[in-house]
């Protein structure tokens, strides 16, 4: 039986890991500010995924590549 309860609350951990929305978001003095860029084609609503030296959109496939200083 403790074993049993040791594999649900496993489960239980990795559904807390699960990306969500809000964490894109940061919230600082009432402020809310994203935390990725956002696709200049699709629109505000549209998160770019952050890659190592680019940005891609899931949606039309935009790449922004990062400024290197
Ligand atoms: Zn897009």
Known sequence: MAEKNKITSEKKANKKKQKGVFSLYKIENDKISRLRP????????????????????????????????
């Open 38 to 69: 956002t696709c200049e084609r699709c629109g505000s609503g549209y998160f770019m995924a952050n890659h190592k030296d680019r940005y891609t959109c899931g949606h039309c496939g935009f790449t922004r590549y990062k400024q290197i200083k």
